[in-house]
Nanobody, 129 residues
Framework: QVQLVESGGGLVQAGGSLRLSCIAS????????TGWFRQAPGKEREFVAA????????YYGDSVKGRFTISRDNAKNTVYLQMNNLQPGDTAVYYC??????????????????????WGQGTQVTVSS
């Protein structure tokens, strides 16, 4: 049974940066696709970033391209989301996800939460103007 635990959320002013961490137990993240989603109050869950297993080819949602970066530290079995130039619209609960098989990156499966099998509990990010 895999467990994903996010951390690093908090309150930051617009233009600031945060780095979220997602540490996994019960699973070697290098062997799994990993992703980040977010959900703001009253809104649907939104795809943020995804990285393929192994070489970690990365994909991003349009609203975060150029500002957010997904990375992985295999030695720490941890996936990160570096978030720069944060804006009030980035305020949300951020969730880490992982999935081993059935993820077709060529067709954009990574952008849909239904394709991800394991989720963390989320970490709150609040950006003040």
């Amino acid at each position: 049974q895999v467990q994903l635990v996010e951390s690093g959320g908090g309150l930051v002013q617009a233009g600031g940066s945060l780095r979220l961490s997602c540490i996994a137990s019960g699973r070697t993240l290098n062997n799994y696709n990993t992703g980040w989603f977010r959900q703001a109050p009253g809104k649907e869950r939104e795809f943020v970033a995804a990285g393929s297993r192994g070489a970690l080819t990365s994909y991003y949602g349009d609203s975060v391209k150029g500002r957010f970066t997904i990375s992985r530290d295999n030695a720490k079995n941890t996936v990160y989301l570096q978030m720069n130039n944060l804006q009030p619209g980035d305020t949300a609960v951020y969730y880490c996800a992982s999935q081993g098989s059935g993820m077709d990156f060529s067709t954009g499966h990574y952008a849909f939460g239904a394709y991800w099998g394991s989720w963390g509990q989320g970490t709150q990010v609040t950006v003040s103007s």
